[in-house]
Each structure stands twice: as structure tokens, then as C-alpha cells.
């Protein structure tokens, strides 16, 4: 059910969206965007998405959460925020670009977070998935799902979260401002921001060099160039330097043994190494 105008202020620390005045901004931009929607609880936004694109929902839906009783992160992991105190958006997709191309849609989305959250310092991207805190505590995770020709894009950004509601690897953008952060001026400037990276990836048919979103990538990514561990789903790890992300959205790991390209769901975790 969504949140209603006259229930937006039940919070005065964590107002609720307002779908309805979302709309009409994204359509006055003249946006991709058909539709937003807000619902104050749902298991998870992307089940949710990849339930309609199943059922040929049409590309341009922006589902948002107030509260993710399910949440979920990449190879199931739990996603958990308070109510009211993140951005928990999916977007429905269908882009036209080769299949092997889908990989990017996590990279881009998260250059997209970073380029629309620059008022906080300088954020980074740890490949594949998640957006980073000048302090390289976790700011937003990223969760990218294919279903047929549709892929749903999930993000989870920490906006009101206080530190004692956080890990302590996490952080939020109010701890980072130390002010209240509005989440549907942060919304919007994610939405638009994802717009147009998407819009000119899908114009050059999903080619990440003459799209500009390789370069883009690789300016904001924390991990290429690193010395790294990356733990394998059988509990293997691997040493090795992190050398690049390939044409199709692949870590590119060069050990003792030769070069591994990691594609995000061949790895468990990408950690920096530890020395000695």
C-alpha cells in the first residue's frame, strides 16, 4: 500500500516519499521513467520487478520501499534498513545490447550513485557491487538480476541511518553530512543520473569503451590496481593483482598462476590484501 501525502510527516525524522510528487518532476524532465511507485512494505523490490518482467511488464517502472522485510544483496546475502531511513529503489529494464554487455548494468548503476551523491567527498566503487565512503565504509550495495530480455537493478543506499543501526563496516549520508539528508531530492538525482548513463550505454549497444562508461568506471573504481584476495563460492582464495574490468564487466586478476577473469557471481569476496 503506498505511503499517502497527509502520512508523510508521521516521521519528522524520516518523512515518507511521495510517489505522486516523484511523478510529476521525473515527468516534466520528460523521463525514461513511466512510473514510480512507493509502497511502504514489500519483501524485496527486485522480486517484485522480476515477478512483473516475467509477466511482460514494460521497461521505465521504479519501484521503491519504504521497508524491504526480504531484502537481499548479491548471492542472497541479507539487506536489512530501518524504515524510512534509505533509498530501496529497483528499476524494471530492457535494454537492447548483447547479452554478454548485462554485466555493466551494476557497474554503470553504480557510477550513476556516484556521480549523483558528490556533495558527501568522494565516493569509490568496490567491484562489483558496492558504493564506498571516502572512509571506505559501505555506503550502498547494488543488485543487478536478469529475467529473459529484462534485467532489474536494485539499490540500496543508507541515508538516515544512525551508527547504531549500522554495521560497522557501514555508514549512511547523514553520518557523512552530519545534517538531515532529504531521500527524494537524493532519489531523484539517482534517477536522472542513471538516465543518462543508460540512455548513451544502450545508443552505443551496450559498448562500454565508446559509450565512455569503461573510463568512467575505472575513475571512480577503488579496486583495479590493488593488491587483492578474492574468495571463491567453494571457500577458495586466490592472491593476486587487480588489473582491470574487461569488455564484459569482468574483474581481471593476474596471479602467480596466470590471469583470472572473475565475472560477480564466480567470486564470494574481492578483499584488498592483507600485508605481511
Request: aromatic letters at 4%.
Given at each position: 500500500?503506498?505511503?499517502?501525502?497527509?502520512?508523510?510527516?508521521?516521521?519528522?525524522?524520516?518523512?515518507?516519499?511521495?510517489?505522486?510528487?516523484?511523478?510529476?518532476?521525473?515527468?516534466?524532465?520528460?523521463?525514461?521513467?513511466?512510473?514510480v511507485e512507493v509502497v511502504s512494505q514489500v519483501g524485496s523490490t527486485n522480486a517484485e520487478l522480476t515477478a512483473r518482467a516475467a509477466a511482460d511488464e514494460a521497461e521505465g517502472v521504479v519501484l521503491v520501499a519504504e521497508h524491504q522485510?526480504?531484502?537481499?544483496?548479491?548471492?542472497?546475502?541479507?539487506?536489512?534498513?530501518?524504515?524510512?531511513a534509505g533509498v530501496t529503489v529497483s528499476v524494471l529494464l530492457r535494454p537492447d545490447v548483447p547479452a554478454a554487455r548485462r554485466g555493466w548494468l551494476s557497474l554503470l548503476t553504480g557510477v550513476a550513485l556516484a556521480e549523483s551523491l558528490t556533495e558527501v567527498g568522494r565516493t569509490s566503487l568496490k567491484w562489483p557491487?558496492?558504493?564506498?565512503?571516502?572512509?571506505?565504509?559501505?555506503?550502498?550495495?547494488?543488485?543487478?538480476?536478469?529475467?529473459?530480455?529484462?534485467?532489474?537493478v536494485g539499490v540500496g543506499l543508507n541515508v538516515s541511518?544512525?551508527?547504531?543501526?549500522?554495521?560497522?563496516?557501514?555508514?549512511?549520508?547523514?553520518?557523512?553530512?552530519?545534517?538531515?539528508?532529504?531521500?527524494?531530492?537524493?532519489?531523484?538525482?539517482?534517477?536522472?543520473?542513471?538516465?543518462?548513463?543508460?540512455?548513451?550505454?544502450?545508443?552505443?549497444?551496450?559498448?562500454?569503451?565508446?559509450?565512455?562508461?569503461?573510463?568512467d568506471y575505472l575513475a571512480w573504481c577503488s579496486t583495479v590496481g590493488l593488491e587483492v584476495t578474492v574468495t571463491l563460492p567453494d571457500g577458495r582464495t586466490v592472491d593476486g593483482i587487480a588489473e582491470a574490468v574487461d569488455w564484459d564487466g569482468r574483474l581481471v586478476v593476474r596471479t602467480d598462476q596466470g590471469r583470472l577473469e572473475l565475472a560477480s557471481g564466480d567470486v564470494r569476496h574481492v578483499r584488498p590484501r592483507a600485508a605481511g
Amino acid at each position: 500500500m503506498a505511503d499517502t501525502p497527509a502520512g508523510r510527516w508521521s516521521d519528522l525524522d524520516r518523512p515518507a516519499l511521495d510517489a505522486t510528487a516523484l511523478s510529476a518532476v521525473l515527468a516534466r524532465d520528460g523521463s525514461m521513467w513511466r512510473t514510480v511507485e512507493v509502497v511502504s512494505q514489500v519483501g524485496s523490490t527486485n522480486a517484485e520487478l522480476t515477478a512483473r518482467a516475467a509477466a511482460d511488464e514494460a521497461e521505465g517502472v521504479v519501484l521503491v520501499a519504504e521497508h524491504q522485510a526480504a531484502g537481499r544483496g548479491r548471492l542472497d546475502r541479507v539487506w536489512t534498513s530501518p524504515p524510512r531511513a534509505g533509498v530501496t529503489v529497483s528499476v524494471l529494464l530492457r535494454p537492447d545490447v548483447p547479452a554478454a554487455r548485462r554485466g555493466w548494468l551494476s557497474l554503470l548503476t553504480g557510477v550513476a550513485l556516484a556521480e549523483s551523491l558528490t556533495e558527501v567527498g568522494r565516493t569509490s566503487l568496490k567491484w562489483p557491487n558496492d558504493l564506498l565512503a571516502p572512509d571506505g565504509r559501505k555506503l550502498a550495495g547494488i543488485l543487478a538480476e536478469a529475467s529473459g530480455t529484462a534485467v532489474v537493478v536494485g539499490v540500496g543506499l543508507n541515508v538516515s541511518t544512525r551508527e547504531d543501526e549500522l554495521p560497522d563496516t557501514g555508514t549512511s549520508l547523514q553520518l557523512l553530512a552530519g545534517r538531515p539528508v532529504d531521500r527524494a531530492p537524493v532519489l531523484l538525482a539517482y534517477l536522472r543520473a542513471f538516465e543518462r548513463r543508460y540512455r548513451t550505454w544502450v545508443e552505443h549497444a551496450g559498448d562500454p569503451v565508446s559509450s565512455g562508461l569503461a573510463r568512467d568506471y575505472l575513475a571512480w573504481c577503488s579496486t583495479v590496481g590493488l593488491e587483492v584476495t578474492v574468495t571463491l563460492p567453494d571457500g577458495r582464495t586466490v592472491d593476486g593483482i587487480a588489473e582491470a574490468v574487461d569488455w564484459d564487466g569482468r574483474l581481471v586478476v593476474r596471479t602467480d598462476q596466470g590471469r583470472l577473469e572473475l565475472a560477480s557471481g564466480d567470486v564470494r569476496h574481492v578483499r584488498p590484501r592483507a600485508a605481511g
